[in-house]
């Protein structure tokens, strides 16, 4: 706070909030909106409470005696609603202090912790469940770097030197980037997993998931008997009543139907997203390959979810803030005038948006692809709880908006890969 | 002296070049890690359609004595594909203490026994949740085939109450 107070006096307001805000770089104001964004999604994840009051197979935290022992308690304690609902109050004051940036290297293990535990409880009943890891994750990395950067600046305190720039008060970089790359490690280490269950064959082999979409939806309709499953048809016994057989014959969802049938476009389908994974490694470069590889892997999950009925919605979220980062981009755009968008982008960007705007309006009821892909509940603006309940009057133009400096952002990429040429010099002119 | 060395080394690099020695380290290490510990929440190696080829899918389902089938989630609050996730998990637990019979020679009468165990379990947490089960419960594995004549699919009672 005090650093901050310093900055505006020598530096003014803008330069003190937007300053660190490069390509490469997170500033104060930046900073502050990845906390707060991210700290809604952690927030909207600890509202899923597993209450198990048994450990049936235990796994990490869960699977250590000697801590538990010592404790004198284990992590079913987590089902006691009481002793939740104290977890909880801790976990949200440490999310408070987490958003303000005060005190990170006390609130940020706290939030961690509680995180992990009740997620541990959970995955210790011989059924892991892979849509919370990333936050977790991501908080343990943030522990990490704020723990690093609490050694870097007290060891400079305690020699009386001056502070590295990168770990100066104000620079959210190094949070950001190693958010944005533990996530990555999450995507790679799932298509390490795919090659060495498979040989390497996955990609060869990825036609076959077409049977695994049959599957996903017969799950998905044994959960609660929704017929949206099973095309709306109620089960229904054979024709020729065999209990062993065809008992429970539903119809074959469409599109693992299609997808048996043109294995070669199936190969093509899968094999982007298996390379999309791979090479989200690239992300760390700067905030142009996050965003670009973010609104890709935002696509990804679209696409599993329509083919599969399989939804990560943190994953989605998580992404959105750190890799789509409208928020980051919005900063850049105000602080850079090389990162403005001129009044032509900016009313291009706005015409598409509210093209698309307008077509998922035209298409909300309908059950077809292009509804699935227009569908704003997968808009990065999505990650603010009950967006899409608020009333039309403030939803709409904040996703406008939203959408507008994405697309802005889009097309100033797209410049800056490919420079313009220098206009020819007059005739006669010698350069 | 090596240790010296090192972090001259290090020092030369350009900072933007550190910058992403660090990021790779630490991605690699973060990769490394979530391979070799494997199922152990936080970390996970992500095996979810990791090797798909032309074997029957399984999938798991409860239903009353009838057969007609049960609304698993908003009956047990677990949601169906656990039936599976957690039969799977006894089922190579026993197979990994039982190195030389295997998974697929496990005996039936093992098999049964550990699928009546996880059936129980969800009859359990069914009760103690208010959302009791029948008294009569079935769980059913669904097998998907597919060929170049499309798909079918068998049915096996795995174990009943």
Known sequence: ?431 | MTRVTLLTSLRRIKPDHQRYLGLAAFMGLTIIASLWIGEHYPFSNFPMYGNPNPRAVDYYFLTDASGGPLPTGKLTGDSAPKLKKRLNTSLNEWARANPKTGKSNMPPEVRARISQEILDTFVRQSQQRGTPLPDRVQLWRGDIFSSPQGYYENFTLEAAN
């Open chain 1, 1 to 431: 706070m005090t650093s901050l107070l310093n900055d505006i006096r020598t530096q003014g307001v803008k330069t003190a909030l937007l300053g660190g805000t490069t390509l490469r770089h997170a500033g104060r104001l930046e900073g502050f909106f990845l906390r707060l964004l991210f700290a809604i999604v952690v927030y909207i994840s600890l509202q899923s409470y597993p209450a198990y009051q048994t450990l049936l197979k235990p796994v990490g935290i869960a699977a250590w005696p000697g801590l538990w022992q010592w404790l004198g308690w284990d992590l079913t304690r987590l089902a006691d609603p009481v002793f939740w609902d104290l977890c909880l109050r801790w976990a949200y004051a440490a999310l408070g202090f987490y958003v303000i940036g005060f005190g990170l290297p006390v609130a940020l293990p706290v939030v961690t912790l509680i995180h992990i535990a009740i997620r541990t409880l959970n995955n210790s009943q011989g059924a892991a469940h892979h849509g919370f890891q990333m936050v977790s994750l991501a908080l343990l990395a943030q522990t990490l770097v704020v723990w690093f950067l609490a050694a870097v600046r007290t060891r400079a305190f305690l020699a009386k030197r001056p502070l590295p720039p990168w770990a100066a008060s104000g620079n959210w970089t190094w949070l950001w980037m190693y958010t944005i790359a533990v996530i990555a490690a999450t995507y790679v280490t799932s298509v390490c997993t795919k090659l060495e269950k498979s040989g390497g064959q996955w990609l060869l082999n990825s036609p076959y998931v077409a049977g695994q979409i049959v599957k996903t939806h017969r799950q998905n309709y044994y959960n609660d008997l929704d017929p949206r499953f099973i095309q709306g048809q109620p089960p229904a016994a054979s024709p020729v009543p065999d209990p062993a057989t065809d008992r429970y014959r539903h119809p074959i969802p469409v599109q693992a139907d299609w997808l048996a049938r043109h294995p070669a476009i199936a190969r093509v389908i899968f094999g982007a997203g298996f390379l999309l994974e791979l090479f989200t490694l690239l992300a760390v470069f700067d905030r142009r390959a996050a965003l670009l590889i973010g609104l890709g892997l935002v696509s990804l999950h679209g696409s599993i979810g329509w083919l599969m009925e399989l939804t990560f919605p943190l994953n989605e979220r998580t992404v959105g803030v750190f890799y789509v980062n409208a928020a980051g981009w919005l900063i850049l755009m105000i602080k850079d005038p090389a990162w403005r968008p001129s009044g032509k982008i900016l009313t291009v960007s706005f015409l598409t948006a509210a093209a698309l705007l307008g077509a998922h309006l035209a298409t909300a009821t309908a059950d077809t692809l292009a509804a699935h892909f227009l569908d704003l509940s997968q808009h990065p603006a999505s990650l603010i709880p009950d967006l899409f309940n608020w009333p039309a009057a403030l939803k709409w133009p904040w996703v406008l908006a939203t959408q507008t400096i994405l697309l802005s952002a889009l097309i100033l990429i797209g410049k800056s890969l490919w420079p313009q040429r220098s206009p020819a010099p007059p005739p006669g002119e010698v350069r």
